[in-house]
C-alpha cells in the first residue's frame, strides 16, 4: 500500500510542477493548497531536498521549486525516496534485495514467482514521469 507519505510528496511534485512558472512557492502555500499538514509536509519537502528533486530558496521571496525537469522524475523514484522497496516483498526488489530467512529455494518459490511477476508487470506503469502523471 501507498503510504499517505509517499502520496503527499507526489501531491507536491505534482503541484510544483503545476505552478513552475510563477517562481518559488511556500510550503505553507502547499500545505493548505493540497491538504497536507503543515509539519508532516516540512519532512516530505526535506527528504525531496536531499535527494535532489527539490531546491529551495530562503527571503521573502523565498520557497521551493523542482530541483530538476519533472520528466525526469518518476513516480517509482519518489515511491523508492519516500517509503523504500516498492516490490512487495525483498526478495524480489532489485534495489533492496534481500533474501527470504524461510525459503529454501526462490528458483522454485511460487510466492516469489508471483510477486516478481506482480513486480515486473507494476513497474513500467510507475516509471512514468511527473509529466505523464499529471496527463492521466
Known amino acids: 500500500m501507498l503510504s499517505k507519505k509517499a502520496k503527499y510528496a507526489l501531491k507536491t511534485i505534482l503541484y510544483l510542477q503545476d505552478k513552475q512558472l510563477e517562481g518559488p512557492i511556500a510550503a505553507r502555500t502547499i500545505s493548505e493548497a493540497e491538504k497536507i499538514p503543515y509539519k508532516f509536509l516540512e519532512n516530505i ?14 527571503g521573502a521571496e523565498g520557497g521551493y521549486l523542482l530541483a530538476k ?4 522524475i518518476t513516480v517509482a523514484q519518489l515511491m523508492r525516496i ?10 524480489v526488489s532489485e534495489k533492496f534485495y534481500e533474501s527470504c530467512g524461510e525459503c529454501s529455494d526462490e528458483e522454485t518459490c511460487s510466492i516469489r514467482k508471483l510477486f516478481a ?5 507494476m513497474l513500467p506503469i510507475l516509471d512514468c514521469s511527473i509529466v505523464d502523471l499529471s496527463k492521466l
Do not use: F, N, W, Y
Open 45 to 58: 519537502l526535506r527528504e525531496l531536498k536531499s535527494h535532489q528533486i527539490v531546491k529551495s530558496l530562503r
Open 69 to 72: 525537469d519533472p520528466a525526469q
Open 82 to 91: 519516500i517509503d523504500g522497496p516498492i516490490a512487495l516483498i525483498p526478495c
Open 117 to 121: 511477476q506482480l513486480r515486473s508487470q
